[in-house]
């Protein structure tokens, strides 16, 4: 594979930017040393870099692109909203349009209020709960990876530098599935729990009476209950995970799916807790989203669009269905090779990952990385594999024969040793306390 202009750029990048590039998941540590490739463009599926090697793709924009990059109605849309201004200085009917969409769709949703990253969301969520409930812990899922750019969760990371104590004690964890454990919490912490958050589901699925017993529990003891429909939301449903499994927060957040990629979030929920954050009350105000880009026009006119196609083609269906070939197709190629224990999909069909362990079964790190290795040898960028309607049958197939390739080289290298196959070190955690 030729990338001369993506090394010849990457020094470039790191020069100028902190770690060679804006977002954690999309950094070098996150990927061969000796494949370090810059993305010019995208169609549907496919990604080209800079060199011209073209890729099927399954990050999908860290999950945002469920249509497809470059999906021309939204493209479309876009172009028109741009001719008419993109930031004005009172609201625009089309962020009414946008809250009120979304409303339609999420079935928690009292009241909506727009932002552009999904960590706007999820801080306001905290805020709202602190101020509700006159309380300033907040409870996250231990097992969930991510919640939030901002102090109150990254504070109970390892990469905490620059957080004041104080900071990181306010947040503390209970277990997935787990109501006992979120039992002690509240019973550690008598009456100083504002929020409790979560995502419904990440690989494992909720256990049967989890989410009910959890919206119980908040109830009971005060906490404001929220679900973090990041990941989930317009991906289980067009409701999201609440409106799959039935089970309804007091607040929700979304962002990613909601626009094809382009930046809009929101917060969701309850009208008596989100009004604290309007006009309307005697309570003291609070400071819930607001940015200068905050209702940028042209993003919200991909929402509107993106939205549109959701509800008016089978795109969550579609995203489940082809999740289900794909992951069909590695089961064969896993049993024919023997790595079924080593090398498996997991999560949901419409949002998969998979998992690389070594002969002792333990996670590796140097298998992954070795995994992302040759797949991107065979025209693939897998660091999950996030589906997207624009993954046809023919792209599942190819990808399930690359994938083939890629795993015949796994297998070598779980009976020979990792070291002889992988080129360079291994992929690292986002979340570590030092290079
Ligand atoms: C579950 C979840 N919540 C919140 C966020 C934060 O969203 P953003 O990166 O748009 O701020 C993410 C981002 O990956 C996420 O996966």
């Given at each position: 594979?030729?990338?001369?202009?993506?090394k010849?750029?990457?020094?470039r990048?790191?020069?100028?930017?902190?770690?060679?590039?804006?977002?954690?998941?999309?950094?070098d540590?996150?990927?061969?040393?000796?494949m370090?490739?810059?993305?010019?463009?995208?169609?549907?599926?496919?990604?080209?870099d800079?060199?011209?090697n073209?890729?099927i793709?399954?990050?999908?924009?860290?999950?945002?692109?469920?249509l497809?990059?470059?999906?021309?109605?939204?493209?479309e849309?876009?172009?028109?909203?741009?001719?008419?201004g993109?930031?004005?200085?009172?609201?625009?009917?089309?962020?009414l349009?946008c809250?009120?969409?979304?409303r339609?769709?999420?079935?928690?949703?009292?009241?909506?209020?727009?932002g552009k990253?999904?960590?706007?969301?999820t801080n306001?969520?905290?805020?709202?709960?602190?101020?509700?409930?006159?309380?300033?812990?907040v409870?996250?899922?231990?097992?969930?990876?991510f919640?939030?750019?901002d102090?109150?969760?990254?504070g109970?990371?390892p990469?905490?530098a620059?957080?004041?104590k104080?900071?990181?004690?306010?947040?503390?964890?209970?277990?997935?599935?787990?109501?006992?454990?979120?039992?002690?919490?509240?019973a550690?912490?008598?009456k100083?729990?504002?929020?409790?958050?979560?995502?419904?589901?990440?690989?494992?699925?909720?256990?049967?009476?989890?989410?009910?017993?959890?919206?119980?529990?908040?109830?009971?003891?005060?906490?404001v209950?929220?679900f973090?429909e990041?990941i989930?939301?317009?991906?289980?449903?067009?409701g999201?995970?609440?409106k799959?499994?039935?089970?309804?927060?007091?607040?929700?957040?979304f962002?990613?799916?909601?626009?094809?990629?382009?930046?809009?979030?929101?917060?969701a929920?309850?009208?008596?807790?989100?009004?604290?954050?309007?006009?309307?009350h005697?309570?003291?105000?609070?400071?819930?989203?607001?940015?200068?880009h905050?209702?940028?026009?042209?993003?919200?006119?991909?929402?509107?669009e993106?939205?549109?196609?959701?509800?008016?083609?089978?795109?969550?269906e579609?995203?489940?269905?082809?999740?289900r070939?794909?992951?069909?197709?590695?089961?064969?190629?896993?049993k024919?090779l023997g790595?079924?224990?080593?090398?498996y999909?997991?999560?949901?069909?419409?949002?998969?990952?998979?998992?690389?362990?070594?002969?002792a079964?333990?996670?590796?790190?140097?298998?992954?990385?070795?995994?992302?290795?040759?797949?991107?040898?065979?025209?693939l960028l897998?660091?999950?594999?996030?589906?997207?309607?624009?993954?046809?049958?023919?792209?599942?197939?190819?990808?399930?024969?690359?994938?083939?390739?890629a795993?015949?080289?796994?297998?070598?290298?779980?009976?020979?040793?990792?070291?002889?196959?992988?080129?360079?070190?291994?992929?690292?955690?986002?979340?570590?306390?030092?290079?």
């Amino acid at each position: 594979m030729n990338l001369t202009k993506s090394k010849e750029l990457q020094s470039r990048f790191h020069s100028v930017i902190p770690g060679g590039s804006h977002t954690y998941a999309k950094g070098d540590d996150q990927y061969p040393e000796s494949m370090p490739v810059y993305l010019s463009r995208g169609k549907g599926c496919h990604v080209w870099d800079v060199d011209g090697n073209e890729f099927i793709e399954y990050g999908m924009g860290l999950r945002s692109v469920t249509l497809g990059h470059a999906y021309e109605p939204v493209v479309e849309a876009v172009s028109r909203q741009l001719r008419f201004g993109t930031n004005f200085v009172r609201p625009s009917p089309i962020e009414l349009e946008c809250a009120e969409a979304l409303r339609e769709f999420i079935p928690s949703a009292e009241m909506v209020k727009l932002g552009k990253h999904g960590s706007d969301a999820t801080n306001a969520a905290v805020k709202l709960a602190r101020a509700f409930t006159g309380r300033d812990l907040v409870a996250t899922c231990k097992e969930h990876p991510f919640f939030s750019v901002d102090d109150w969760f990254i504070g109970s990371t390892p990469m905490n530098a620059g957080i004041p104590k104080a900071v990181q004690q306010l947040t503390v964890n209970f277990h997935y599935n787990d109501l006992e454990s979120l039992r002690r919490l509240f019973a550690g912490h008598p009456k100083q729990v504002a929020a409790v958050i979560l995502e419904l589901e990440k690989e494992t699925e909720p256990a049967a009476g989890f989410l009910a017993g959890l919206k119980e529990l908040c109830a009971r003891e005060g906490a404001v209950l929220v679900f973090d429909e990041m990941i989930t939301g317009f991906r289980w449903d067009n409701g999201g995970a609440q409106k799959y499994y039935g089970v309804t927060p007091d607040l929700s957040t979304f962002g990613k799916a909601i626009a094809n990629g382009f930046s809009v979030s929101a917060l969701a929920g309850r009208r008596d807790i989100m009004q604290l954050g309007g006009l309307h009350h005697d309570k003291e105000r609070v400071f819930l989203m607001s940015t200068t880009h905050g209702a940028e026009s042209h993003s919200l006119s991909a929402a509107l669009e993106t939205m549109r196609i959701y509800r008016e083609e089978p795109v969550v269906e579609t995203l489940w269905r082809q999740g289900r070939l794909l992951t069909e197709g590695i089961r064969q190629v896993t049993k024919q090779l023997g790595l079924a224990d080593y090398f498996y999909v997991r999560g949901r069909p419409c949002c998969l990952s998979y998992a690389t362990l070594d002969t002792a079964k333990q996670h590796s790190s140097a298998l992954r990385t070795l995994f992302l290795q040759e797949t991107m040898r065979r025209g693939l960028l897998m660091p999950s594999l996030v589906i997207s309607y624009s993954h046809s049958d023919a792209d599942v197939q190819r990808t399930v024969e690359g994938i083939a390739g890629a795993l015949q080289v796994y297998r070598q290298a779980l009976d020979q040793g990792v070291e002889r196959y992988l080129e360079g070190r291994p992929v690292k955690p986002v979340f570590r306390k030092f290079n």
